[in-house]
């Protein structure tokens, strides 16, 4: 298993460095994305604005947004990228079942858009905004893998929607853009908060913005946290199971 | 070593309720250190089988056994005795080099490849300079070999190879019949689907023909070309107009004609009906100039099985 992961992790970075480009220009969208966002809001606010909080929720949603697309997307469009090349087969030839080899790909896009992108976005973006944002690392990492594990489990329903029926970009960017009030907006409903992502933005506004740490949240913010993390996965993994066997039963693994 | 036990595979037919069978109650069995060729015309049912030999595709009927493990119920032990090359060079990451698909394939199976394994491997594929080249850049023939490297490097007893010489060159086609030859030579299993009936008949030990999702012969390769070679005959006939059109009341249709010279090919059971056809020339005053053994070659087999 450890040499499976290891080999996804590295995969993953030899991708990245080829398709380097894409990679750069991946980095640009999502500034120049921001920047337009964050002014955007702040020429409607007015000067008031500057002194409200809701600037700083906007860089923190904004970020959260970010890694919760990159996760899911992630899988989804692996699948939908493997079976146009043709090596999706070849890796459920594997003995160690897909699931694990696509769960081991999410934890690696985690990483490296957490290390690499998110965190240091984030902190770019405050940066040459004029905002200060005081961070904790702990609960930060805490929170993130808390909030992406729950992506995770909608990474795998549409992963496994993407093994059936291959063309599913409209419905991923659909997901992509409902997943935007997931994140970006604070809500205390009970409801809201079960949403994938939405009670880890809701608890890294805290952070970010009054300076909340791990010990100082209640103990139900973390029980939703992790009950919502763990619950979209499990379903994830059922529900990828499922779509996995039906494409097996119809033999569309490699269609494309 | 491989077990195909009464494997049915039906596909739903578009727009209707009827479904077609893909593979239709196959069994035959790949035993340890063979070459198995797995022949057929489209859509004979070779892929959906090779596919269920690697738990792509779930049957509706049948099972699969590899080393004694079966793939529906014991799928992770049955996966790792075998590799497969499905796609041909699709199956490569085009954006990595040989070594890192190597590495990666091996390593999603649990493996670790340390480079000198990796290298002793492209060394006998003759690919050791072009280690680190991208498989995007490689010919086709090399985009071949690669593939075969990367299932040598999850180190299994069993090769599957779907197709494995489309699309190649003359010269890379012979150059990979040798490579087949290596591996059996290695103590490699291996069950190939292809149309390619020079690969076939230069490599493969035992053959099985599937025609309309069905096994229409499984022998061992030299067994059957014995057969046919044996049945086969080149008689040469003095003919006039009368003995052709004698001959054509015989059931005779097709023939080459060279003036008043024919020749006719037959397949014969047996000698004794071979016999009997002289004797029926004989008899309506047909002139036998010459009968000759024909050389057999794995075509006209592969045709006289799934013809019509």
């Keep these: 298993m450890w040499n499976a992961f290891l080999a996804n992790l590295e995969k993953m970075f030899i991708e990245v460095r080829r398709y380097y480009f894409n990679t750069i220009s991946s980095i640009a969208t999502l500034l120049i994305f921001f920047y337009l966002l964050f002014f955007g809001v702040k020429a409607v606010g007015g000067p008031s604005i500057n002194l409200s909080s809701t600037l700083d929720g906007i860089i923190v949603g904004y970020f959260m947004w970010i890694v919760f697309i990159f996760s899911f997307q992630g899988v989804a469009w692996g699948i939908i990228e493997e079976a146009q090349r043709g090596t999706l087969e070849q890796v459920f030839t594997s003995p160690i079942a897909f699931e694990y080899q696509m769960l081991f790909r999410m934890v690696s896009e985690f990483l490296f858009n957490n290390v690499f992108l998110a965190i240091p976005l984030m902190y770019f973006a405050a940066f040459t905004t004029g905002r200060k944002i005081g961070f904790d690392l702990a609960t930060l990492l805490y929170l993130m893998i808390g909030g992406t594990i729950s992506a995770l489990g909608i990474g795998m329903i549409l992963g496994g929607i993407a093994l059936i029926f291959k063309r599913v970009s409209s419905f991923i960017q659909i997901v992509t853009f409902g997943s935007l009030s997931f994140t970006m907006f604070e809500t205390q409903s009970l409801w809201h908060r079960l949403l994938p992502m939405s009670q880890a933005s809701s608890m890294m506004r805290a952070l970010a913005i009054d300076g909340t740490r791990l010990h100082q949240f209640r103990f139900s913010d973390h029980a939703i946290l992790w009950l919502v993390a763990l619950g979209y996965l499990s379903v994830g993994f059922i529900v990828f199971r499922a779509f996995e066997r039906r494409a097996m039963v119809v033999g569309s693994l490699s269609q494309y | ?308």
């Excluded at chain 2, 085009?94 to 493996?111: A, D, L, P, Q, V």
């Excluded at chain 2, 390619?196 to 070309?225: S, T």
């Design chain 2, 1 to 308: 070593m491989i077990e195909v036990i009464d494997l049915l595979k039906l596909y739903p037919k578009r727009n209707s309720k009827e479904k077609i069978k893909a593979v239709d109650h196959v069994s035959f069995k790949v035993e340890a250190g063979e070459i198995f060729a797995l022949l057929g015309p489209n859509g004979a049912g070779k892929t959906t089988t090779i596919k269920s030999i690697c738990g792509l595709i779930i049957p509706d009927f049948g099972e699969v056994r590899i080393k004694g493990f079966s793939v529906l119920k014991e799928r992770p032990k049955a996966l790792a005795q075998i590799s497969a090359v499905l796609e041909g060079n699709r199956n490569l990451y085009w954006r990595m080099s040989i070594i890192e698909n190597m590495r990666y394939f091996s390593g999603i199976r649990g493996k670790k490849l340390n480079k000198s394994r990796a290298l002793e491997i492209l060394e006998s594929l003759g690919l050791k300079e072009r280690a680190n080249q991208l498989v995007h850049s490689l010919s086709r023939g090399m985009q071949q070999k690669a593939a075969i490297a990367v299932c040598l490097a999850c180190d299994t007893d069993v090769l599957l190879l779907d197709e494995p010489t489309l699309g190649l060159d003359v010269h890379s086609a012979v150059e990979f019949r040798s490579i087949l030859k290596s591996l059996k030579e290695a103590g490699k299993t291996i069950l190939l689907s292809t149309h390619d009936m020079n690969l076939v008949e230069a490599v493969a030990d035992r053959v099985a023909i599937m025609n309309r999702g069905r096994i229409v012969v499984c022998e061992e390769k030299q067994k059957l070309i014995d057969v046919f070679t044996a049945r086969a005959y080149k008689i040469r006939l003095v003919c006039s107009e009368e003995s052709k059109k004698r001959l054509r009341e015989l059931g005779f249709n097709g023939w080459n004609e060279n003036g008043n010279l024919i020749e006719l090919q037959v397949n014969l059971t047996s000698s004794q009906k071979l016999y009997e056809l002289i004797d029926t020339f004989r008899s309506n005053n047909i002139e036998i100039e010459s009968i000759e053994k024909e050389m057999v070659n794995f075509e006209k087999i592969f045709i006289s099985y799934t013809r019509g």
